[in-house]
């Protein structure tokens, strides 16, 4: 209910703030955690992840996330966007560990829903999407990546990218392991869903979890020019071969949606997956001291 209320007043103040200023022809409008901006090619939003200090998708920047991308949906004049970071070093750190750890089962249940409605609105999105990864790109993150139609990486080897689940001890649902497949195919995934790999900028364009590779200043220049080449192709023939391609995928969460909450739900409410996110976190602590 208190999340409804929210995304409604979010969805108000953000068409207030999205009755755009134009500043030198670039129009902007941003909620807290997420900063869109229209800019270079013509029909072309830049959306920046502003989560710090990783970009953590948490409940709120989830909803923020969702509402901006309604939003462009709903701008006839956008036909594609740049999904990338503000925060240094980081793309995304994934799902919100917070979201999953020490909660009660309510609140594992409403984050799960917004987790998938996002995914089922990036996945089905009928603009062009490219990601700019210009920085580590975990889990989840790798999740918001997928969901592209081209991914460029920053050409750094302390980024990493790639579904790492197993190492927190818990595991890629079935939505994430579908996509994994159809992009990297079976036996890759295969593996590197059990091993956890994250893998360096190198390895992942080997292995096809992203498109290119280039140095660190030009992941944007290259995004912008990706994203040209794309809108040279008729929307309408596009959106039609996309849906082709990604309908099955996004079906089979759809017509068991309610299932897969509940399923999420008695999953991260075990004692020894809670344990095992606290030695997660846990760990993350003490990698600074
Ligand atoms: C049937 C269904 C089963 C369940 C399915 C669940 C699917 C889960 C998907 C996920 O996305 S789980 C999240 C996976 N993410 C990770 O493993 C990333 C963990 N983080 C890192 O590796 C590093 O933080 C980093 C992203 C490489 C950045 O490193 P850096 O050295 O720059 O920062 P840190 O000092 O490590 O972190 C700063 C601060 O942020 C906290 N934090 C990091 N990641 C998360 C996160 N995902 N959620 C919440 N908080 C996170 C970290 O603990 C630090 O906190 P403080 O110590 O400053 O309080």
Redesign the pocket.
């Known amino acids: 209910m208190a999340l409804a209320a929210a995304r409604r007043l979010l969805l108000h103040a953000g068409s207030r703030l999205g009755r755009r200023e134009a500043v030198d022809g670039a129009r902007r409008f941003a909620n807290k955690r997420v900063l869109v901006e229209t800019e270079g090619p013509a029909g072309v939003a830049v959306m920046k992840l502003r989560n710090p200090?990783?970009n953590?998708l948490s409940l709120e920047c989830l909803t923020e996330f969702t509402i901006s991308l309604e939003k462009l949906e709903n701008d006839k004049s956008i036909r594609g966007v740049i999904l990338t970071s503000e925060c240094p070093?980081?793309f995304s750190?994934?799902?919100?560990?917070?979201e999953?750890y020490g909660r009660n089962p309510a609140h594992y249940a409403e984050y799960w829903k917004n987790v998938q409605e996002l995914w089922l609105r990036l996945y089905t999105s009928n603009m062009i999407l490219v990601s700019a990864i210009n920085g580590?790109s975990?889990?989840?993150?790798c999740l918001l990546a997928l969901c592209c139609d081209y991914r460029v990486m920053a050409d750094n080897p302390k980024y990493t990218i790639g579904l790492?689940?197993s190492l927190?001890g818990?595991?890629?649902?079935f939505w994430?392991k579908d996509m994994y497949v159809n992009t990297i195919g079976h036996r890759e995934a295969e593996r590197a869903l059990q091993l956890g790999t994250l893998f360096s900028p190198a390895e992942a364009l080997k292995v096809g979890v992203v498109d290119e590779v280039v140095p660190e200043d030009q992941v944007h220049s290259k995004a912008r020019s990706v994203m040209t080449k794309w809108l040279a192709i008729p929307d309408h023939s596009r959106q039609l071969t996309k849906n082709m391609m990604r309908k099955a995928t996004a079906d089979s969460l759809i017509k068991q949606r309610e299932a897969d909450i509940q399923?999420?739900t008695s999953?991260?409410s075990k004692d020894s997956i809670q344990k095992s996110l606290h030695m997660y976190?846990e760990k993350?602590?003490q990698?600074?001291g």
């Open positions: 200090p990783v953590s070093g980081i750190a994934g799902l919100d560990l917070l999953m580590a975990p889990a989840g993150g790492n689940e927190l818990i595991v890629a649902p994430f399923n999420f999953f991260i976190l993350l602590k990698k600074k």
